[in-house]
């Protein structure tokens, strides 16, 4: 478990980064969001890629207190919280999938999936 979080946290940090240079306006506004965006994304959008930040944050904090590593949330909450999150990145694996832009199914895809099996293997835990 301490592997599958520490691996999910390491690609929370550079989703993170990442989402923290799209609200800044950095160009890549066709790796996030349904791909619809070529170059900066609108404001409503980088407002969003802000929020994204605090939720990576606290997934990160969920993973890191299931694996043990931290003890700040009950443990009914993050064994319930990673089944949780398994399933909303599945959500994102098919969404990532469905994109318009190639870009953001080859990028994106993949970070989804791995963040995926990691938080159900902290679930299975």
């Given amino acids: ?31 996030a969001w349904g791909g619809q965006n070529e170059g900066r994304l609108p404001g409503r959008l980088r407002l969003g890629s802000a ?5 990576y944050a606290v997934f990160a904090v969920v993973a890191l207190d299931r694996a043990g590593l931290v003890d700040v949330l009950p443990d009914g909450f993050t064994a319930v ?6 399933g909303y990145l599945t959500l994102g694996v ?10 953001e199914r080859l990028v994106m895809t993949p970070v989804a999936a791995a ?3 990691c938080f159900l293997v902290l679930a299975l835990g």
């Fill in 1 to 31: 478990m301490i592997i599958a979080a520490v691996v999910a946290c390491l690609l929370l940090a550079a989703l993170v980064a990442f989402q923290l240079a799209l609200a800044a306006g950095a160009p890549w506004g066709h790796l």
């Fill in 94 to 103: 098919l969404m990532n999938l469905a994109s318009r832009s190639r870009a």
């Fill in 115 to 117: 963040l995926a099996l």
């Fill in 51 to 55: 929020v994204s930040v605090l939720l």
């Fill in 81 to 86: 919280a990673c089944w949780v999150l398994a």
